[in-house]
């Protein structure tokens, strides 16, 4: 096997690990982290260390079937995405699809961004770990405010919270949880980003 198709074979292996890690965090307690207001997912783990290891293409299929999975809780398994659903589903699927795509998309760009920047070279694994919950969370609640603000379902959580304006809304909403994210994302993702970069040279 020659260094092409070794190369090759690395990517589809590593590929079709995150894929499973994906598939399995969606399906079962270790994906989500149910609290009263928004849930805390840490599915953008794997879609960060595919990001930056496999490169922005693998970001944005990675991204995809997180928010595929992501759509799918909405029929029962998360209530709030379940409300969402009932309101709008075609705005509902907007809201969980194609914000997963470019945000894995975009998390693989700015990865190489950063490597190509001296000033930043260093620090570019870590940056881009960071980088891809805080997209999540901005691409996520930038199209859930467009579309949903002016439901009556988000007006009571706006109202419950005390928000008088979208902008005060997204972030007494997110809150701690987003925290939770980019934290488990930066500790975690960078450290195995790290290491599959040292096995894997692409």
């Known amino acids: 096997m020659n260094s092409k198709q070794k190369t090759n074979t690395a990517y589809l292996v590593e590929m079709a690990l995150l894929i499973a890690i994906i598939l399995i965090m969606a399906f079962t307690p270790v994906g989500y982290i149910r609290t009263l207001g928004l849930e805390i997912t840490l599915i953008v783990v794997p879609v960060a260390v595919g990001a930056v290891t496999l490169g922005p293409a693998a970001g944005a299929v990675l991204g995809g079937i997180f928010g595929v999975t992501s759509f799918i809780q909405c029929f029962g398994m998360s209530p709030f995405g379940a409300m969402l659903l009932s309101i709008n589903p075609v705005l509902t699927f907007l809201v969980c699809v ?61 109202s419950a919270l005390g928000a008088k304006n979208p902008l005060v809304f997204i972030l007494l909403f997110v809150g701690i949880n987003g925290l939770v994210e980019a934290a488990a994302c930066f500790v975690v993702g960078s450290a195995i980003s790290q290491a599959l970069k040292k096995v894997i040279k692409h």
Request: glycine share 6%; net charge positive.
């Open 98 to 158: 194609p914000t997963r795509i470019l945000m894995g998309w975009l998390t693989g760009f700015l990865y190489q961004r950063f490597l190509a920047c001296s000033l930043l070279k260093k620090i570019s694994l870590a940056l881009a770990n960071l980088c891809c919950p805080l997209l999540n969370t901005l691409f996520f609640m930038g199209t859930l405010t467009a579309f949903f603000y002016q439901s009556e379902y988000v007006q009571g959580i706006a």
